[in-house]
């Protein structure tokens, strides 16, 4: 049975990855040196074109790097500032701008042909009132000063998009606030089961924009040379980066233990329906990756699938991990659920030293029968209204998962 990545699929998904790559964006430099992705780790200058962004582009090879880090989903920058296409765009073409488009070479079906073979869906980042780095000239031909002809051009652009990929694109990410409503009613006519992310802010929204389907953050904060276990949580879709927003001589900032725990405490936090955290990085235009960065990412991924109770989760209802709090020393970790909520699991993320896990009341009054770990039983025991737990005799110091069946 085919998988349908929709909204439902979507508020499920734990992980992704975020590449909100400017290639080739800042090619055509209007004098404000915005940055971008580097060529190689030793030769910082951008693309000299569309075209040789989009040639050099490795479809299967980023593919494969985002299914060794685990992630469930991908969303992947098409366009930014200077608004330069990666793929041979006739909708670029039909308005004068020919150059921003490519002429042979296409990001989209390579990245569809890599992502399709190992079943992650795509999501294509659009900024639709970002224009700090299109040349005037550009601006006029695309109408892209006018706030109507601007929309107008977005959804001949979409259109566009789904007459040449048809449902290999699951949606969109939308910065700078989102977004008209035609928009998004372009998107749904085209896709009603289409995907829609609207960013209104950098860091911890609170409020759904009303034409996104999730409440979306872009970035929350640096994971950079700290125990994540002291960075709070959030339960908008966030995205972290893990080298630089685009490649540019960047180096891998952690190490995979602090981005499992981190990705576990996300996928646990109350309210976290958004899509969960997709991690920031990229390649350089070269294909290769800021230092330890790839690396990093295959380390997460053998984390991600040596533990259960993350893929397919929900937050624990049982016991509830709040927003915004960091994980104390004192705090024994977090917990998630199916949706059905038949199953619990607990991450036990800084196990009691007794050996013997004290747990409070569960918060939506549930009982459990009965304890796992790794398939093998544990002794569990009513303690009042909550329960003991004895730990297995070796813990693991990154996540000891508990199963919990409820009667």
Known sequence: M???????WFSRARVGLFTHYTYATYAENKGTNWGGTWFARNDPRPAASPEEAAAMFDGEAFARAAHDMGAEYVVFTLAHAGFNLLFPSETMRAAGCAHKRTEKADVVAKLLAGLTRYGIP??????PNDAHDIPDDDLRR?????????????????????ARYGAGIRGFWFDQGGPDETVCDAVRACDP?????????????????????FIVSEYYGSIESCDSDSLPTHYSQVNRQIGNWWAS????????????????????????RNAGIAWACGPYIDQTWETGVRELLGGLGELLRAHEGIFGTVPGSSYVTAPNAPLAKSDWGVSTESPDGKTVWLHVLNPPA??????????????????????????IRAAGDGYTIEMPAKCDPIDTVIRLTSA
């Open 354 to 379: 007794s050996g013997v896990l004290t747990l409070p009341p569960p918060a939506d009054q549930k009982t459990f029968r009965k304890a796992e770990h790794d398939g093998s039983p544990l002794a």
């Open 122 to 127: 795509l999501v294509l980042y659009l900024p």
């Open 193 to 213: 089961d289409a995907v829609i992310f609207v960013n209104t802010g950098v860091t911890a929204n609170t409020r759904k924009h009303p034409l996104s389907d």
């Open 2 to 8: 085919k998988q349908q990545f929709d909204k439902a």
């Open 249 to 272: 001589g960047n180096t891998a900032p952690t190490d995979a233990r602090n981005l499992y725990r981190y990705t576990v405490r996300t996928a646990a936090t109350e309210g976290q």
């Open 142 to 162: 695309m109408g892209w000063i006018s706030d109507g002809a601007r929309m107008d051009f977005l959804k001949r652009l979409i259109r566009e998009l789904y």
